[in-house]
Nanobody
């Protein structure tokens, strides 16, 4: 079992930045692939970024390419999402998720472990 807790959300103006953190407990995430997703009001949850268990591979949705960066520190059992150039349409609840080794995925149902989410609001 992996327990995930997101933090770092909040209110930011358009063009600003936030860094989300996802702290894992219950087991080490050193052999676990991680992903970030978000769900805006009235919309389906969508994939944002994924990172392989050792950080050697990363995958991004087109909507955040070049603005968001996923990273991880396995020694701290933590995954990050650096978000720059934020737009009002980035307003959503952001979730991290864990998927067992070996492959990364963009598919929500491939991730058995989820955090409770952290809310990000971008004002115009």
């Amino acid at each position: 079992q992996v327990q995930l807790v997101e933090s770092g959300g909040g209110l930011v103006q358009a063009g600003g930045s936030l860094r989300l953190s996802c702290a894992a407990s219950g087991r080490t995430i050193s052999r676990v692939n991680m992903g970030w997703f978000r769900q805006a009001p009235g919309k389906e949850r969508e994939f944002l970024a994924a990172i392989s268990w050792n950080g050697s591979s990363r995958n991004y949705a087109d909507s955040v390419w070049g603005r968001f960066t996923i990273s991880r520190d396995n020694a701290k059992n933590t995954v990050y999402l650096q978000m720059n150039s934020l737009k009002p349409e980035d307003t959503a609840v952001y979730y991290c998720a864990a998927k067992p080794w070996p492959t990364m995925s963009r598919i929500i149902n491939d991730y058995p472990y989820w955090g409770q989410g952290t809310r990000v609001t971008v004002s115009s």
